[in-house]
């Protein structure tokens, strides 16, 4: 393929949490980031600095030579804000970071589109190895297909393709598998807080069972008193939560779901 990635300028429309993680990844990479937009001076400065770029905070003054333009905002702002990213932009690549928006936003004004989803959670103080995170392209051609693939397989050894329903489902599991979870990590630390206890006990149970879902399937990995629906230990945990009804709630309804769901899996087996 002719396509040379490194020729090819990018500029970051966005510059929180994914926007940051992903330009120092290019740019370690030897990509050329031309420029980084963020509605703050803060956010775009600080950026900026880290991959060499100019910083700007007006749409109006960003760059309109031709380019790689990777979209990572809030999915309420992208939609605002599509009219004048698109503006003067039309023969140039634009991608969205987004798992929940569709491929079709950017509707019929645009030569060159697609989606550019790396499925990892970020934080700026906290740098991942993109070798190991999974790319979901999708574009509006198999031109731009190849393209966003070869720029992708620069970063990670994961790289697929998913349209926009199936990384709907995606978003949707991640959230499950990724918001969810820390939340429950937020509860259990408030509990523990409560009995003077560190979180830190648990970093080495919650790391097993992370562990374990790499050679086990989820449903082989559950462990607890809801599998057997054992009624006297989730009696006295219930009572414990007396003081917490929302907990109490999340607790109930967990286990509950835990108990039907092995069950139903423990007779699919047998039929």
Same mark, same amino acid.
């Given at each position: !393929?002719?396509?040379?990635?490194?020729?090819?300028?990018?500029?970051?429309?966005?510059?929180?949490?994914?926007?940051?993680?992903?330009?120092?990844? !290019?740019?370690?990479?030897?990509?050329? =980031?031309?420029? &980084?937009?963020?509605?703050?001076?803060?956010?775009?400065?600080?950026?900026?600095?880290?991959?060499?770029?100019?910083?700007?905070?007006?749409?109006?003054?960003?760059?309109?030579?031709?380019?790689? +333009?990777?979209?990572?905002?809030?999915?309420? /702002?992208?939609?605002?804000?599509?009219?004048?990213?698109?503006?003067?932009?039309?023969?140039?690549?634009?991608?969205?970071?987004?798992?929940?928006?569709?491929?079709?936003?950017?509707?019929?004004?645009?030569?060159? +589109?697609? &989606?550019?989803?790396?499925?990892?959670?970020?934080?700026?103080? #906290?740098?991942?190895?993109?070798?190991?995170?999974?790319?979901?392209?999708?574009?509006?051609?198999?031109?731009?297909?190849?393209?966003?693939?070869?720029? /992708?397989?620069? %970063?990670?050894?994961?790289? *697929? =393709?998913?349209?926009?329903?199936?990384?709907?489902?995606? @978003? %949707?599991?991640?959230?499950?598998?990724?918001? *969810?979870?820390? @939340?429950? +990590?937020?509860? /259990?630390?408030? %509990?523990?807080?409560?009995?003077?206890?560190?979180?830190?006990?648990?970093?080495?149970?919650?790391?097993?069972?992370?562990?374990?879902?790499?050679?086990?399937?989820?449903?082989?990995?559950?462990?607890?008193?809801?599998?057997? +629906?054992?009624?006297?230990?989730?009696?006295? #945990? %219930?009572? !414990?939560?007396?003081?917490?009804?929302?907990?109490?709630?999340?607790?109930?309804?967990?286990?509950?779901?835990? @108990? =039907?769901?092995?069950?139903? =899996?423990?007779?699919?087996?047998?039929?």
């Amino acid at each position: !393929m002719s396509f040379q990635i490194k020729e090819l300028p990018v500029v970051f429309i966005g510059a929180g949490k994914l926007a940051t993680n992903l330009a120092k990844a !290019m740019f370690e990479n030897e990509f050329q =980031i031309l420029e &980084v937009y963020s509605r703050t001076k803060e956010s775009a400065k600080e950026l900026a600095d880290n991959v060499n770029a100019k910083w700007v905070t007006d749409l109006q003054n960003l760059t309109t030579k031709n380019a790689l +333009y990777i979209v990572s905002l809030k999915d309420a /702002a992208l939609v605002d804000l599509l009219p004048q990213i698109i503006k003067g932009r039309e023969t140039s690549l634009l991608v969205h970071t987004a798992g929940s928006i569709p491929m079709s936003i950017w509707g019929n004004t645009l030569r060159h +589109y697609g &989606v550019f989803y790396p499925l990892q959670t970020f934080s700026k103080k #906290h740098e991942v190895n993109f070798k190991e995170i999974p790319f979901f392209i999708e574009a509006s051609s198999p031109e731009d297909e190849d393209k966003l693939k070869v720029i /992708a397989l620069a %970063l990670s050894e994961k790289v *697929f =393709i998913a349209d926009s329903e199936q990384r709907k489902s995606l @978003h %949707l599991s991640a959230v499950f598998a990724c918001n *969810f979870v820390n @939340h429950m +990590y937020a509860l /259990a630390a408030d %509990l523990l807080q409560k009995y003077q206890l560190p979180f830190e006990a648990l970093l080495p149970l919650i790391d097993e069972t992370a562990r374990k879902v790499h050679t086990l399937s989820p449903d082989q990995a559950q462990t607890g008193p809801a599998v057997r +629906y054992d009624e006297s230990v989730i009696k006295k #945990h %219930l009572d !414990m939560l007396a003081d917490e009804p929302s907990m109490q709630d999340i607790y109930r309804m967990l286990s509950q779901s835990i @108990h =039907i769901y092995q069950s139903y =899996i423990t007779t699919k087996k047998q039929d």
